[in-house]
């Protein structure tokens, strides 16, 4: 079924594309009725706009103005799980072009043949999964300030001064953005508006290699698998310690044994 038109645009129409990575969740339950899309949710938004909802935190605001989106976003904030301190944005212009075909230009607007739903819903995918992925870029690279010191201090010293405290600390920045990262959003996977428009195949394409998707992703996939590899390496070092301070009991247990033995046998001597 051939979804309803988004935005009416004449062709020399500019607007903006604005993503927004405001938290965890957005619960989208109660926009059934209103929604332009089902997967994702697309609303009417502002005078002439639509908003773009991911339920993995990210809003995609299309034609609305600067006073329109901070409306929007204060009515959206009941409906966001584990909002951000920091949001990650991305903007970009859409121009009705009328062109045979769709053009991605580095630092220009993306020109479209015509604004249809499926046209912007494969933009609005593409910017969201950029926001996301540069939020958790920035995730990794704080465990990974975290990290660098104590790496240094095992080379430098071949051991380590923290305590275990500080080493599950470690564990647990590690662990916790793997969780937040990992399998969270499936940046690999192409956006649903294609299965109806395999012909908008070369715009996905050239905006998913315009925002280097598969690159960040793959870059972000070998960081990942480093902080794992870091988790283990403090969880084998805390086993260590522990197997170390527990060899340490027992011989210290056998050797009063060995003391106390000898000194009844000492002292059954002198009687």
């Known amino acids: 079924m051939t979804k309803p038109e988004f935005i009416a645009a004449e062709i020399g129409t500019r ?3 604005h993503a927004l990575h405001v938290g965890d969740r957005i619960n989208t339950v109660g926009f059934e009725a209103e929604a332009l899309s089902a997967m994702p949710v697309a609303i009417r938004a502002g005078k002439a706009g639509v908003a773009v909802l991911f339920r993995y ?14 409306a929007f976003l204060e009515a959206l904030k009941p409906r966001i799980d584990g909002k951000l301190a920091r949001r990650e944005e991305e903007a970009v212009t859409l121009a009705c072009a009328g062109e045979t ?9 993306v020109q479209l ?7 912007l819903l494969v933009i609005a995918d593409v910017l969201a999964k950029s926001v996301v992925l540069a939020h958790d870029e920035r995730e990794v690279a704080k465990v ?11 080379a430098d010293h071949g051991r380590t001064r923290r305590d275990r405290k500080g080493l599950m600390q470690l564990i647990g920045n590690a662990l916790l ?7 969270r959003v499936a940046i690999g996977e192409k956006p649903d508006a294609l299965w109806e428009r395999p012909d908008l195949e070369r715009l996905y394409a050239r905006l998913e290699d315009e925002y280097e998707l598969k690159e960040r992703l793959d870059a972000l996939n070998r960081k990942l698998a480093v902080v794992a590899e870091t988790a283990d390496t403090l969880a084998d070092i805390i086993d ?3 197997t170390l301070r527990l060899e340490l009991i027992i011989v210290a247990l056998i050797a009063f044994e060995v003391v106390i033995t000898l000194y009844q046998l000492y002292a059954g001597k002198g009687h």
């Open 177 to 183: 953005v793997q969780h937040r990262v990992s399998g």
């Open 144 to 154: 990974f300030e975290i990290i660098e010191p104590f790496a240094k201090e095992l």
């Open 113 to 119: 043949r015509d604004m249809s739903a499926e046209r």
């Open 15 to 17: 607007v903006t594309a």
């Open 101 to 109: 075909e769709d053009q991605v230009s580095s630092g220009g607007p």
């Open 240 to 242: 260590t310690r522990r």
């Open 57 to 70: 935190g990210v809003a995609v605001l299309i034609g609305l103005t600067a006073e329109e989106e901070t």
